[in-house]
């Protein structure tokens, strides 16, 4: 059974950086066929997809975002990061990581993680 | 970028109702779409993949059709712990979008 875990600071200020991690168990972020993703959800709001890194190392990312964010993983550490620069008010969220699978749905993800932006 | 519109954004039905949910994609997505549920606090789950394909240990009372804009997502038969928020999500040209989402409740 594959499990994902975020960690990472609760609350970041406004103009720096956020950065999270997700840890894999149950399975490998280097296995052939899978993205690894973050997605997020403002308080009370939809879902957004902020990218992936594919098992290859490959990235892709939210056209509305990608400046801002890098995702990049540890292989022998079996986990995966975000970094969001520059963060603003509208970054709050709560951000969850999940595994993406065959025509690009998410079948595995964490419980997901509040960062709040804020001084 | 492609757009995705869900109706209705809420709706409120008795236990045992037939739910329908549809999904527009603003264009085709031939049959990239999955359905997801989602309780407060907690992180959504996949239902339906590929537009009408049941995901592994999903009750079978949900169910889902389409192809290219146009999908629907159904539940034959509401239950008490159906309550939830139900998003649809598309994935086309190595990008995902989800819909609004719909909430339904119990009536």
């Known amino acids: 059974q594959v499990q994902l875990q975020e960690s990472g600071p609760g609350l970041v200020k406004p103009s720096q950086t956020l950065s999270l991690t997700c840890a894999v168990s149950?399975?490998?972020?280097?296995?052939?066929?899978?993205?690894w993703n973050w997605i997020r959800q403002p308080p009370g709001k939809g879902l957004e997809w902020i990218g992936y890194?594919?098992?290859?190392?490959?990235?892709y990312y939210n056209p509305s975002l990608k400046r801002r964010v890098t995702i990049s993983t540890d292989t022998s550490k079996n986990y995966f990061s975000l970094k969001l620069t520059s963060v603003t008010a509208a970054d709050t969220a709560v951000y969850f990581c999940?595994?993406?699978?065959?025509?690009?749905?998410?079948?595995?993800w964490g419980q997901g993680t509040l960062v709040t932006v804020s001084s | 970028d492609i757009q995705m519109t869900q109706s209705p954004s809420s709706l409120s039905a008795s236990v045992g109702d037939r739910v329908t949910i549809t999904c527009q994609a603003s264009q085709d997505i031939r049959n990239y779409l999955n359905w997801y549920q989602q309780k407060p606090g907690i992180a959504p789950k996949l239902l339906i993949y590929d537009a009408s394909n049941l995901e592994t240990g999903v009750s079978s009372r949900f169910s889902g059709s389409g192809s290219g804009t146009d999908f629907t997502f159904t539940i034959s038969s509401l239950q008490p712990e159906d309550i939830a928020t139900y998003y649809c999500q598309q994935y086309n040209t190595l990008s995902f979008t989800f819909g609004p989402g719909t909430k339904v409740d119990i009536k």
């Open positions: 999940a595994r993406g699978y065959g025509s690009g749905r998410f079948d595995y």
């Open positions: 149950g399975g490998s972020v280097s296995s052939g066929g899978y993205s």
């Open positions: 890194i594919y098992y290859s190392g490959h990235t």
